[in-house]
């Protein structure tokens, strides 16, 4: 029985003492797997983009031998489509290669025999140019399934689209045409001759439904700096853009019906290259310019100066060059990035982050390519009659270690910016998301905030630890322990509704307090001095000093408050706000960077002034003792001997003081105006990192760019204060052990 | 003087006006928060004021100051009647005011929506019971007691709708479950379940035209009221949660009315998108997500100190574990938020409804912010407090102790829970309180993890399993973020944040100060002073 109790135990303890080491552990393991856990969703925006061979088609000869004049392919690569010249759609299974259906375009134009040309208007609508110059407007639907046993089902239709449909003309090379929002639409001819139509077909509905069809039609009769080599029109069917073969853009208006006006010509690069291809990136702001030299560069008009309020085209983004002359350009539907090739190769470039994303080598030169209405399947047919589909996989193609932390010229943009906008209404949007202004505003806090608290918490953890009368210290010390406590939205709230519209309503006060209460603090000194060898009461106030200062400080406050509305009638003509913008020119904010000094002060002063004063109190009292002993006073001691030998302790408290502001969510989120703005006024309001994550966060959509970079700026939050404690936990090891041993 | 500033005791001072300073901040927080959050419940008086242009205003005297345009004083004044006239508050500039009354029979009415009316009482019609009392004042109190049973019957019926609801709805539950393992074995199941439900939902209906016909009859009863521009309004009694005569009241009846207004503060639900009302959902979320993160951040801490304290031996690993135990507590609370979203919401939430609540995609069960999140994520931000605590705590205890127990045979083990947790307790209880002040001040990771503006339901009622641990709730810090920052009519929502900050502020306070004291005792208890 004894001898099982005492097994019995030890079996207890052995196992007690392993459970407990790991336990331990799991502290360790917890902050690594933090770390690992946030990383691992931020990781992605850095993964390299792919693309992957999904299914390589020899198409059948009686298909291929005739003209094929337009490729397509659908999301899961399962499905690609030829049309071929006499108009007909070849639907294609990519697993087999087999042919699944051919469809013969609906509603052909009267008088038309064969296609001459297709521009894809996106979103699986087709224009169809036929040979006598009539236009018709198709939608091609292709669409895959799989069943749960693993075959794969396609479904295809090709269908009418009745807003676009243009009668028969002559002479027509090249041929847009736009729908105009229940108006009718536009086409736009390149005419043999290198002559430019402009043909609107309007359409008005009186109040009896009656349709009312009016037929306009301008010919270009501006001068040409060259013969036209490209020509594009953006999707609202306004701004018609050409290139020649000397190398000139063209910009013109073609809104209102019946009127061609040149807005612009601009030479696209100094040694005047033909321009082989024009491409609006979606979005319809910037153009994509590819000339014979392989050079592509996309463009948007801004303001120029001399220019007035005319905006000009202007070269803002230079991606990676192809070696060939660029022969086609093609636009990603979903975002900004642009599919471009020459003879043998295909580059893939994303405009705003200037990332060549990949480079895909076809078997054999390229013919025609197209992508998918998602833009995750590219379909290239090649000169040997294979039609070739690529499975994109690019994550985020808008980030970059430029984009993030670098200038980025934005569309709409007048000059490359440091800009903070994760989303806007439209999907064309192209998101900001720089995080040097979110970088920026964490620092301008914490610094406003460290400014105003180190040396508020310093200099009273010094006197509590070395002045004050012990009795008072064990009342103290608590009380400001409480004040740690007071959570942080309590602060943001009082700072951001109460704090801000007082200070709103006197901002003056606030330098005046500057001023003034250390200038009562000195009168108080000069007085102390008579007082104090003149009474009794040295004895007494010894120890207790401060309680003399508080009504000292509070009439100081008081005082400044009182002057500053004098100040601000005969100085600042009764409103220094007002001054400031006029003759200064800064913009005062409600919620500016003064209120986050104090609020965001007042949280970490408590945290300061715990850790100081116990490092300040943890001195050895034998070296204070020998200080005194030879007749330093108590300030000489405290100055000269403790504070020194405390360094490190204190140093160490103002390190995780910082750590503390720099990660403060509730204050910053509440008193601040939370605008990602990069100024340095204090007047003026910011957005930290941390508020950052707390406003985007609920609105970012799983795995989204904007969810992975709010991942990232949590990574980045974590390392920063990671180094910070650590380093501050190393300086007080370190004191500990200097003085461990009394 | 030379010597005077030479031995340093102007500086001395200077650094005394540094804590001046401080404590004069912490007594202006804490002031603030007192003045504005106390004061809100008293019924105060409604002052009519006749203007210079003839026109006349009721209402409660709120600010006082100096008009920063022209400089004149003015007065700021609630004057309700959100409905009628758009505004709840109104600026006068005192050299408008003729004179200055108060009404006797000024009556303050709280409506169940736009906030308070108040204006006069002219008459109350009463279709259906009768009226015996003579002022309209008292017919209006005595219709208001007559029809008390038949709303308390309506309240009773709305009670068994949601129950009637929630039982419908996880027959529903069952029926998704059961239509994803494969319609055609269950059929007859999900027949008969289709058919329980149905009975659910016809007397969910029924009962539903009850409280509405109920309603109805209540709703006839009206009180004519005038406000004080002149303009008439009939209010049902329904709209009518409390009234009261504040001029004619004396001082203790205010005093009742003021804890009548703190029992519906702790106890009631708020309305008015939270801006009025109580806030039980608050409180209650608060300290039902407090409890559960102790559970789970109370062992965990308390083993880590003792491996700290007791186990490991001072090397590379113990520094390492002290590491990581300050950077647990540096981290900011935001990326625990961040972490949690990642890791409990969408890594954990998400894997548990893809094995359990298949059926139930895409709407999510465990794969979205709640209690249970926010309890371990706030679990894991406040270990550091009850490692440190405990280790404290642990290491208070003289050496002898341990000694003269293992001296007499006990094992490391058995020293530990017979001998050091139990004079280790109020150290432990101390971090406890701690951690628990923390997670009950601490917002920012919450609102990522689980909080909502408006819970529908608590996370603990009489429905089975009771705890709902994938319940959103609310909580009393986020509760003043969005009411403060997030309610469209901010400047009416300020008097009710700044009870709910108060309060907050009340918990945080005593608890800190009850755990500050615990460990102040049981420092002194076991420490003997040097020097």
Redesign the interface.
Known sequence: MAQNFTDK??R??RL??I???I??????V??V??LV??S??ALPLFYPPSAKIAATVKVAAAISSGKVLAIGSEENQQGAFLLDESGTFHFFKLADGSLSASIKAPAVPTGATRLAAVEYLGKSACNLLWDNGAISSVAVALTSAKAKDGTITLTHDVSVKEDIAFAATSGVVQSFARPIEGKGAVRIDRLSGDRLRVSHQLVEKDLLGTEKRTDTSADLTDPLPGRLSAVTVDAKGHYLYAGTDTGWLLRWDISEAGTIKLLESTPASDNHKAITSLTLVLGDVSLAVGDAGGALTTWFPIKVAGSGEDRRLTRIHTLRANTGATAFIIASPRDKTLYSGDSDTIHVDHMTSERNLLTIKPPAAVTHTALSPKGNSLAALDSSGTLTVWKMAIPHPEISFGTLFGKVWYEGYDKPEYSWQSSAANDDFEPKMSLVPLVFGTIKATLCAMLFAV??????A???SQ?MSPKLK?R?K??????A??????????A???LAPLID?SILSVFMSIVI?PLM?LV??FL??RI?TASPLQKVTRGH??????P???LG?YLAFLLSGVAETTLFAGDFKQWLFSTLGIRYDQRNSIIIAIALG?AV?PII?TIAEDALSNVP??LT?ASLALGA????T??RVVLPSALPGVFSAVM?GF??A?????IV??ATGNTPILSWSLFNGLRSL?AN??VE??EAP?NSSLYRV??LS?VL??IF??I???G???LR?RFRKKYGRY | MKVFWKTGEPYVLATGAALAVILVMSLTLIGTVMTNGLGYFWPRALVQFELKDGSRVLGQITQQEKNPLSGERRLQLKVGNRDIFGQDFRWIDEKEITARSLPADAVLLERREHGNYFGMLKDVTAEGITLTAATPYEKLQQARKLVAGKIDATAKIKKQMSDLNYAAESIRLKLQKLEYDGKEQNATAIAELTAVREKKMAEFTTLNEQATATLAEIGKITARMTDAAGGSKEISLTEIIALQRPNSMSFLTKCGAYLERVRELLLDDPRESNTEGGLFPAIFGTVMMVLLMSVFSLPFGVIAAIYLREYARDGLLTRMVRIAVNNLAGVPSIVYGVFGLGFFVYGIGGSIDSLFFPERLPTPTFGTGGILWSSLTLALLTVPVVIVATEESLASIPKGIREGSLALGATKFQTLTKILLPMATPGIMTGLILSMARAAGEVAPLMIVGVVKLAPTLPFDANFPFFHMDRKFMHLGFHIYDVGFQSPNVEAAKPMVYVTTMLLLAIVVIASSTAIYLRNRMRSKYTTSTF
């Open positions: 135990s030890r207890n303890d007690a003492e459970l407990i080491r336990g331990g552990l799991f502290v360790i917890s902050v797997w933090i856990m946030i691992r969703v040396p508020l918490a310093l200099l009273a010094l006197y509590t002045f064990g103290i608590p009380v400001v322990e409480i004040m406590a007071i959570p942080s939205v309590v602060i943001g709230f009082l951001g509704l109460w309503k209460v603090l108080t000194i102390w001095k104090k000093e401060f309680i003399a200062m508080i000292v400080v509070i406050i007042f002063i002034f009292r034998n003792a006073s108590r300030w000489q405290a100055w995780i750590g503390r720099i990660g403060e969510t509730m989120l509440m941390s994550i707390a966060i609920p799983l709010l991942f949590a939050l974590f204060t990671f910070i404690n650590t501050a936990e190393a090891q």
